[in-house]
Nanobody, 116 residues
Framework: QVQLVESGGGLVQPGRSLRLSCLAS????????MNWYRQAPGRERELVAE????????KYGDSVKGRFTISRDNAKRTVYLQMNDLKPEDTAVYYC?????????WGQGTQVTVSS
């Protein structure tokens, strides 16, 4: 079965960096675009970044453009989210996501808290 396991979250001060990882299994990873979403308390889940199956193209939400970078290593079945210059408003649970055929899959999420 499809599994997505996120890691790398934590508590960080404003202006610092974190790198999230998502290890995928149960499907042919290199065939599918991958996404990172986040959800802050009291807010709807929002798309942070997406990357094409081959890693050649990526898109970002307006709030993270220029600060976050999505990448992937198909050999390791892993997608990454490098987050730089973190701000308190980046505090959220971050989720890895894939849409495979007609089904959508989510990881369990990893908490990122940006606070001084």
């Amino acid at each position: 079965q499809v599994q997505l396991v996120e890691s790398g979250g934590g508590l960080v001060q404003p202006g610092r960096s974190l790198r999230l990882s998502c290890l995928a299994s149960g499907f042919t990873f290199e065939y599918y675009d991958m996404n990172w979403y986040r959800q802050a308390p009291g807010r709807e889940r929002e798309l942070v970044a997406e990357i094409s199956h081959d890693g050649k193209s990526a898109k970002y939400g307006d709030s993270v453009k220029g600060r976050f970078t999505i990448s992937r290593d198909n050999a390791k079945r892993t997608v990454y989210l490098q987050m730089n210059d973190l701000k308190p408003e980046d505090t959220a649970v971050y989720y890895c996501n894939v849409v495979r055929h007609i089904a959508e899959y989510w990881g369990q999420g990893t908490q990122v808290t940006v606070s001084s």
